[in-house]
């Protein structure tokens, strides 16, 4: 057996590490997070809209109910002005007819700014609802489209899976634990070429001392590289 068998799981593994790497940085799942963002913000405008015009109705029972009473108040007062005979207490009571009247005024402006409130909060619901289908049917297409890039890395993985095993068989417990820890080691290549003297893991030209002792690994068994201490294959 030659050393080089760990290229090719080697390069197996790195194209495995290289599907993790887009599975996590697929432009479909930018766009699913973009729509879902889009649509979460005209839900939050929808939910937004709707207590406007809670609060405004609200603010218009409140206006109503506090018409009601002051208009009993002043229906009360009418009919005490009727039985009054003296001036100073007809007089009296007339002033508080007058404040009555400017209160229930005031209370009726209240009211009218409460329904014109309620007019744009209605207004506001209606244009954030029309988007509704449009952005949830954007949000359906491109999570499809997201499913659809998973389910292309899902198959190109389990092809290198069945590759690696296939491979893996080969090599003996032992040199394949070496692979794991150096792969661990150097972030993911932990296996290099010989290129001449020069060695394609760290770039550095073995002495010829250095070179011997490489060239002196029996076949069958691992070579590691003197400088870096990948796993160095001829
Ligand atoms: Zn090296």
Redesign the pocket.
């Known amino acids: 057996m030659t050393a080089h068998p760990f290229l090719d799981l080697q390069a197996i593994d790195s194209a495995l590490d290289a599907i993790s790497h887009r599975r996590v940085r697929l432009p479909e799942a930018a766009a699913v997070q973009r729509d879902t963002a889009a649509l979460g913000e005209v839900q939050r405008a929808i939910s937004a809209a709707n207590a406007r015009m809670e609060a405004a109705a609200s603010a218009i029972g409140a206006a109503e109910r506090e018409s009601q009473e002051l208009t009993t108040k002043r229906t009360r007062l009418e009919t005490q002005l009727k039985t009054v005979i003296a001036p100073r207490e007809a007089e009296a009571l007339m002033s508080q007819i007058a404040t009555l009247n400017a209160q229930r005024g005031e209370c009726d402006d209240r009211e009218l700014a409460a329904l014109d409130e309620q007019a744009a909060g209605e207004a506001e619901l209606d244009v954030q609802q029309q988007m509704v289908p449009q952005l949830e049917a954007a949000l359906a297409a491109s999570n499809e489209a997201l499913a659809t890039a998973l389910a292309a890395l899902d198959a190109e993985a389990a092809d290198l899976a069945a590759r690696r095993s296939a491979v893996v068989g080969a090599f003996p417990a032992d040199q394949l634990a070496t692979y794991d820890h150096v792969r661990k080691q150097f972030g993911g290549v932990g296996v290099?070429h010989l290129e001449g003297s020069h060695?394609s893991?760290?770039h550095?030209d073995l002495s010829p001392a250095e070179l011997d002792q490489v060239k002196s690994v029996p076949v069958g068994e691992l070579g590691e590289?003197p400088?870096?201490?990948?796993i160095?294959v001829r």
Not at 227 to 230: E, K, L, N, V
């Open positions: 290099a060695c893991g760290c550095m590289c400088q870096c201490g990948r160095l």
